[in-house]
């Protein structure tokens, strides 16, 4: 039985426009990632869904242009919630949220640094911190201690002949 509808303001293209969009083909799933990435882009940059589904909505919902628009937005935004809900898409997401996070990364320094400038101490601290001219916990650089046991057998081994050692702790040299 077709699922055309030739009754349908949308005549019988309709049916085929939902098929071609829902099928399998590379070409289809090749359209449907693509699209996926581009409201993934969006997610990533702060978009809300809302936003994104009334941008994308004719590449969301292509075979619906016969529907009210309240309800082809609303078939939009289930599509994203449903996208929202995959691994991967999320996975697309977070890439290109962290690209937009390192993006931004000048224009966050200079920020700290106007707060720092301004007097906020914690600014100031972490602008230094990440610079590399403060330790926040002091410094601490590992001492390096060697302890050489001369003559004390490993289990299984016999004792060594030792001699009366007369010395001092010497301190290690830094590199």
Known sequence: MSRERPNSPAG????LAKREFNAGTPEALARR????EQAAYMYGIGMPRARIA???LDLLVPHRTDRPMDQRLSQARNKLK????SQPFRDMVHRNAVVALDMAGPAILKGIGRKAKRGRV???RLALELTGRHNPKGDQTPTTVQVVFAGVPWPGQA???TADVD???VE???E
Not at 12 to 15: L, R, V
Not at 82 to 85: A, G, H, S, T, V
């Open 122 to 124: 914690d600014a100031a």
């Open 33 to 36: 990632k693509a699209i996926q």
């Open 172 to 174: 290690a040299e830094e």
């Open 82 to 85: 449903k996208w929202e809900m």
């Open 12 to 15: 019988p293209a309709f049916g």
């Open 159 to 161: 004792a060594l002949p």
């Open 54 to 56: 009334r941008i994308m």
């Open 167 to 169: 010395g001092e702790a």
